[in-house]
């Protein structure tokens, strides 16, 4: 079982950036890939980025690409997704979710999710 625990979101300007943290408990760390999805309202829930368990690989969606960056920590056991350049567009709920295995981006393939964070970015 994974425990997962979002935190950092909040409302910024467009432009602005923000950091998310996701803190994992539960299972050893290294061992699972961690992403961040989305979900707006009357929209579907996307794929954001993911990392691989040794933060070796990164994958991003391409309307974030150049603005986001994943990360790890797995001595801390904790994940994080900075924000930069902020558009209202990527208003939403920000999820942290895990899995076992390789990189994927479908959300059917992760196993444990966080409860979510809310961003919100004005024009």
């Known amino acids: 079982q994974v425990e997962l625990v979002e935190s950092g979101g909040g409302l910024v300007q467009a432009g602005g950036s923000l950091r998310l943290s996701c803190a994992s408990s539960g299972s050893i760390f290294s061992s699972y890939v961690i992403a961040w999805f989305r979900h707006a309202p009357g929209k579907e829930r996307e794929f954001v980025a993911g990392i691989s368990g040794s933060g070796s690989s990164t994958s991003y969606a391409d309307s974030v690409k150049g603005r986001f960056t994943i990360s790890r920590d797995n001595a801390k056991d904790t994940a994080s997704l900075q924000m930069n350049s902020l558009k209202p567009e990527d208003t939403a709920v920000y999820y942290c979710?895990?899995?076992?295995?390789?990189?994927?981006?479908?959300?059917?393939?992760?196993?444990?999710w966080g409860q979510g964070t809310q961003v919100t970015v004005s024009s």
């Open positions: 979710a895990s899995t076992f295995g390789p990189l994927v981006e479908q959300d059917e393939r992760f196993d444990y």
